[in-house]
């Protein structure tokens, strides 16, 4: 099969965590991921394109900051011309910086809102050039379950994400009439790097308000947006699917 017949998506943040086990929940041998990343080596990327690979799927995945407006332009203009289309887009890539708002700097504000927030204008702007003109899209924006609730400690973090929840359900009104589906997954305490690090004291706070009583698996995340990306989705737009063992109804 030439390598324009194969469907094609795109998935920020695809080295680690949820955005690997994304890539991995969509892996088949008919679709070509391409993956950024922002780690400061290619260790982790390489075992994703690797374990994509087991899957017969071919990944590729490059180190881009997709916060930088130009840099997202020009990556996705090389996917478009070397692959001829996009079908999917997961807006995944993310970072916190936390603290109380009484010292929170404001490096800490601007990376966050900068990372989580307008890296998701930056790729659906320059995506959507190209689904318009395929009259087909699926976009899937990962929020989180701070977004909707708010936590202490995290006002950057989900400041940033409520904005994707706003971000996700104004642009699923514009681009419905193109066939372009765009929804939010929203995790609630998943283990990933990004928990990884915080301190026991908070981990088993949110396992205490968690009613299925265990932390999330990137695979359960991961199932909510191949669900989004798939046909049986094709009549779902502008939605949340808060993924999170209850922790918030
Ligand atoms: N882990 C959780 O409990 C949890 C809960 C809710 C939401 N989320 C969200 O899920 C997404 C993935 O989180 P994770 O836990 O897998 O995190 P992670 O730290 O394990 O992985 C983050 C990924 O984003 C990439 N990244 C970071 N900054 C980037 C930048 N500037 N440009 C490009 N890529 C960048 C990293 O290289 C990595 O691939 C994030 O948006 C996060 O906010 C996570």
Same mark, same amino acid.
């Given at each position: 099969m030439a390598e324009n017949e194969k469907r094609v998506a795109v998935v920020t943040g *695809? +080295? =680690?965590g949820i955005g690997r086990a994304i890539i991995l929940a969509l892996a088949e041998p008919d679709l070509q991921v391409v993956f950024n990343h922002y780690d400061p080596d290619d260790v982790a990327a390489a075992e994703t394109v690797r374990l994509a690979a087991e899957r017969r799927c071919q990944a590729e995945g490059e180190k881009l900051d997709v916060s930088n407006y130009e840099a997202v332009q020009e990556f996705f203009r090389k996917v478009a011309d070397r692959? *001829? =289309? $996009?079908d999917i887009l997961v807006n995944n890539a993310g970072i916190t910086r936390d603290g109380f708002l009484s010292r929170m700097k404001e490096a800490d504000w601007d990376a966050v809102l900068a990372v989580n927030l307008k890296s998701a204008f930056n790729c659906t702007q320059a995506v959507s050039r190209f689904m318009m003109k395929q009259r087909y899209g699926r976009i899937v924006n990962i929020a989180s379950v701070v977004g909707a609730m708010g936590n202490a400690g995290q006002a950057n973090y989900a400041a940033s994400k409520a904005g994707v929840i706003g971000f996700t359900k104004s642009i699923a009104r514009e681009l419905a009439s193109r066939n372009i589906t765009v929804n939010a997954v929203a995790p609630g305490f998943i283990e990933t790097d990004m928990t990884a690090v915080l301190p026991e004291k908070v981990k088993e706070a949110f396992l205490a308000q968690i009613p299925l009583g265990r932390a999330g698996r990137t695979e359960d995340v991961a199932q909510a947006v191949k669900f989004l990306t +798939?046909? #049986? #989705? +094709?009549? $779902?737009?502008g939605q949340v699917i808060h993924v999170n063992g209850g922790m918030y109804m």
């Open positions: *695809g +080295s =680690r692959f *001829g =289309r $996009i +798939s046909e #049986a #989705a +094709s009549y $779902i737009t």
